[in-house]
């Protein structure tokens, strides 16, 4: 639904990803109607003054920054500004909340969105003390105090919450592996293809779509490569920069990817090649962040239905040079069903091979 006017500040580290950066805004609010970048942050408000003076003139109804915004800084803005600030945090929680298919999914967000609000409401319990805040901004100090308890006794709930999930999750998981049952995750940055990957491989008929995080918790299925039987998991997209917060609440559901016995990585072979090597590269530092060493992996590389041959081969090169073994490099139509008689036989050598 659209909100009314949305502004949007995009810091110039993003200035290469900048549609990446609008589709986020859009997946959330349908439409940017002015983009301003900004090259250096102001400590104070983030945005710099003369813009701040202009929006005080001519308010929007979202003021959304890509950028993650300090207590202060949300603060110092709403004192000028009479409008919802959403910073790039809040912005992928929200786009998370409206995807969450899952209890465990929807826990998560709201234990990453009530972590990214402690410090919010603290900074507005601190600013009534000194009366920075009188009669403005909502609830009173009070009523701030009081919010912050009720936000911390949910936490500790969520958290026990979310546990017994994994707990129960961690449960089947040890039952394959003691049944011997090879097990391959998907994995790769999100609208890569990894879903339509997945129920192509399994049968299944997961949701999949444009829009980024279709997938918010791991999905799991059979299938089965010449009477051997597999287990397929599909996982939760990575994005650029996933802001910390989200990180830790998320990358737990990405423990699939570490107990598994061999990662495919999608990934999308229509981006232009400067991103389809960044991506490469900072899913391997994802993998080593969540513990992953020395796993088998393959790379899918999706999406050839959208591409010259040539480019196609290109990027093959390219990735070679990156991962030094050409043969663990399929390029592959999830959607169109090319060459998966390929990867399925590379995932059979693979694990035979374990
Ligand atoms: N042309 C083309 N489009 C594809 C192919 N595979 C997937 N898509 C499209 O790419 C979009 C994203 O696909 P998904 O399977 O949802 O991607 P995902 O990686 O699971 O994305 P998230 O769950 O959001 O992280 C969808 O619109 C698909 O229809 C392909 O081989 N060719
Ligand atoms: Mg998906």
Known sequence: MKPGRVVA??????????????????????SVDEVHMVRKPNTRTYIQ???????SQNPPQKLVVMDILKPSQVS???REVNTEVVDRVMLILEIFAQHAGSR????QIE???????????KDFIRRSKLGELAGYLGPGRYGYEKYYTYLRGRESRIRREIEEIRRVREVRRE????????????????????TTLFNALTGKNMPVGPEPFTTLSPKTAKMDINGVHIVVTDTVGFIRDLPPEITEAFYATLEEITASDLIVLVVDSSKPKFRVVNEIESSMRVFNEIGVHGKPLLIALNKIDLVDGGVVDELMDDIAMLIGDSSKIIPISAEKRINLDKLKNE????IKGL
């Open 9 to 30: 500040f995009i810091p110039s580290k993003y200035r290469d990803f900048l549609d990446e950066e609008l589709t986020l805004i859009r997946a959330v609010y349908g």
């Open 111 to 121: 234990l990453a969105r009530i972590k990214h609000m402690l410090p919010l409401v």
């Open 104 to 107: 465990e999914a929807l826990l």
């Open 347 to 350: 995932v059979l050598r693979t």
């Open 175 to 194: 039952k394959r592996i003691r049944e011997g049952v090879p097990h391959v995750a998907i994995a790769g940055y999100t609208c890569a293809g990894k």
């Open 49 to 55: 003054k003369d813009k701040l003076e202009y929006l």
């Open 76 to 78: 110092n803005i709403l």
